[in-house]
């Protein structure tokens, strides 16, 4: 767990639990009693605290969270005081990261050293958390209020040269071999000062203005924190700070966290931390199995799209060859990549020099024969059939043996596809977001044949590119696409039955949507979705009323934002009502026999997210998703689901699946054959309902099993 030695009149403390030194109740409990230990040993004049792993510290175990082991004593903000009020000075020396509770038991110490690169942070917002040992009350004493506020607020770490210049850190130290003696050294000397203990108990929160100031800040977050618990909690916490002493402030912090720790959007926050830890488990993929070598990759499409996969392969040092079927084409890829690098370098973000270097890397051709060399080659192209097939009979012809063949089809069969090559096993979909050098999300789509080397390939160069792979099996849509289906059916078909797209859409934006259906189509273009239903017509024959408004809109040209009007009229991006489609909406109504009434607000929005998430409750019965944390990552993280609701499964937890399960019901038997045909409530859905099991309680259970 740790060693403990000394070097001359100096205790050395040194982490060791791989693999993140988490500051559980075991750790808490030695550290404490070591700390005690030393206070009473006369020959030790100073303590340092440092780590033999490459980080400081973990932070908390959050595992914690869910037992409420968390406060088992002693409990982190006791340790913390334990190491403040201890009579010899105590050292802590960040060679490595040190987020949350590891940078608050580094407050607690009297001297803190770092390497430059050490990262240092207070990320318990980012968990719909309030630091909750001291991190609101000791920081802005050390470091004053104006950077402990941002830091809190925005939960981002710094960097060793910012925490010196702010008196986070005292000093810095090259990291490697000789860190740990400086420190040491450091710490003899501070030893054989006077008086070289300093506590926050000591110290005064000095700024000229804090109320004015935390007034302001308020106001400047005011829009990104909009329907966010935490951020006003850690203000009052920080204002506590600038006017109790530390005593009184440490007790009101400790009140605020236990309280968030409770509410809905901390447990959303706690959700997706551990989903994103679970995501990269595939049944059938050992955790030791090896990847494939990828070091040169191809993009086939130099589109939207294509120029976006190809940017976020070249920010990670991939050479990347574009392939297009013209000249024109591929010229205006390439120059729109070396642009985006360009433009980087006029921001700043990139010096001249390297912004040329990265740019460089990316080469062109109209030749599959070019591409013969690539380890990776990835199909960016029209989202039709039969352009697919062409273009991976091709790559079956010219790919050399071991390639990885991959599509970022999003609703396509992967698994067609692959049966056009001799190799489906070397065939995966990585279906990115646009744009896809921004996006996080990537939906790594497995077939039936794919090899589990090639899924744990997808999955080590997603993280190299810095994106989230989730893991998905092969039905229409995948789990992404799929579930927008019912919520995208649902929302215009509320608006044949007498809702309006602006009422339809603040709905969903008052939820916590980044952005409302009807607005998102527009912004997508209402061609894209008539292309997916064009290729599904025999699956939808069933409704003849199934997205009527959205094919008349692209009957008239009404393509979105792209052409000034769709469901909104467009002033440059600004959206206006059109009276237009209300009109094209209550014609439409006539026609296919519906009836106009008034839909109140709820319904809009049970109508919306209950399918939505029934439709999840399906792809989950059928594997199509491991776990339910995986659909709400990739919602989340594609689609604009409000983080703090934890997703659509999250969510459906917090509201209680009887509730799902009794709306479904209602709107199957109140909407008549229409919710017949569509409000049929999965059988997991229904059984986990009947037996008042959770969704999360039901995975644990499925976890604890396997």
Known sequence: MFS????????????????????????R????????????????????????????????????????????????????????????PVVAAIAGPAMGGALEIALACDYRVAAPEALMGLPEIKLGLLPGAGGTQRLPRIAGLEVATRMILSGDPVKGDFALSSGLVDALFESGQEFRAHAIEFATRIAREGDPKRSCADMTVAHPDPKGFLAGYRTEIAPRSKNLVAPERCLKSLQAACELPLVQGLAQEKAEFAELLNTPQSRAGRHLFFAERECTKVPGVSRGQRPRDIASVAVIGAGTMGRGIAIAFLQAGYPVTLLE????????????????????????????????????????????????DADLIIEAAFESMNVKRQIFEALDRHAKPGAILASNTSTLD???????????????????????????????????????????????????????PVTVGVCYGFVGNRML?????EGSRLLLEGAAP?????????????????????LAGIDVGARVRQERRSEIAHDPAYQAIQDRLFELGRLGQKTG???????????????????????????HGVAHRHIDDQEILERCLYPLINEGFLILEEGIATRSGDCDLIWVNGYGFPNWRGGPMQYADEVGLPRILDRMN??????????????????????????????????EATKEKS
Request: charged share 25%.
């Open 4 to 27: 403990k030695e000394r070097s001359g009149c100096v205790a050395v403390i040194e982490l060791n639990a791989p693999p993140v030194n988490a500051l559980g109740l075991k750790m």
């Open 29 to 88: 409990q030695a550290l404490s009693s070591a700390v005690h230990e030393l206070e009473a040993d006369e020959q030790v004049k100073a303590i340092v605290l440092c780590s033999a792993l490459p980080l400081f510290c973990g932070g908390a175990d959050i595992a914690e969270f869910r037992t409420g082991a968390v406060w088992d004593k002693p409990d982190l903000p006791d340790l913390c005081v334990t190491i403040e009020t201890s009579r010899k």
């Open 325 to 372: 079927t013209t000249q024109g084409a591929l010229e205006q890829g390439l120059n729109q990549v070396s642009k985006h690098f360009q433009r980087a370098a006029d921001k700043g973000r990139l010096s001249p020099d390297q912004a040329e270097a990265i740019a460089s890397n990316a080469t062109g051709t109209l030749s599959y024969a070019d591409l013969a």
């Open 414 to 468: 992967l698994d067609e596809i692959a049966a056009v090559t001799s190799r489906p096993e070397d065939v995966i979909g990585l279906h990115f977001f646009s744009p896809a050098n921004v996006m996080r999300l990537l939906e790594v789509v497995r077939g039936a044949k794919t090899a589990p080397d090639v899924i744990a390939t997808a999955i080590t160069v997603a993280k190299k590119i810095r994106k989230l």
């Open 485 to 489: 289906e019912p919520y995208f059916r």
């Open 502 to 522: 602006k009422q339809v859409d603040d709905v969903l934006e008052g939820f916590g949507m980044a952005m409302g259906i009807h607005a998102m189509a527009d």
């Open 565 to 591: 009007r769709g469901s909104y009229i467009y002033e440059g991006r600004t959206r206006v009502e059109d009276p237009e489609v209300v009109q094209i909406s209550e014609e439409l109504a006539t026609l």
């Open 666 to 699: 209602h709107y199957r038997h109140s909407l008549g054959a229409y919710g017949e045909m569509w409000f049929t409530p999965a059988p997991l859905l229904e059984e986990l309902a009947n037996t008042g099991v959770t969704l999360a309680e039901h995975f």
